[in-house]
Nanobody
């Protein structure tokens, strides 16, 4: 399965963005999907994950209450709604499909990766 992340851009602090992760090749409706990000000079970190049915989500403490992950199985797409953006949210954001229906915060549990989309938040 190929994943395509999109929706990044340059915004001011306090603004909102919605990232999309579209799958092609086959459905990923049976897989958990995670969002990760990597800021310049830093290691990749987990942002959050949504289970295969969308009934369970987990978020990093740094984004809890501001970011929301959802999925539309009919469109084979997962979304990352980002509100109240901060300059420290600046990073390349990646989506990834886990090997199974549930995923954690370790990148090792994810098999399929998108190419990343850049989010820049100015102060």
């Amino acid at each position: 399965v190929q994943l395509q992340a999109s929706g990044g851009g340059l915004v001011q602090a306090g603004a909102s963005l919605r990232l999309s992760c579209a799958a092609s090749g086959r459905t990923f409706s049976n897989n958990a999907v995670g969002w990760f990000r990597q800021a310049p000079g830093k290691e990749r970190e987990s942002v959050g994950v949504i289970s295969w049915k969308g009934t369970s989500t987990l978020y990093a403490d740094s984004v809890k209450g501001r970011f929301t992950i959802s999925r539309d199985s009919a469109k084979n797409t997962v979304y990352l709604q980002m509100n109240s953006l901060k300059p420290e949210d600046t990073a390349v954001y990646y989506c990834a499909a886990a090997l199974g229906p549930y995923g954690g915060n370790s990148s090792s549990g994810y098999r399929y990766w998108g190419q990343g989309t850049l989010v820049t938040v100015s102060s």
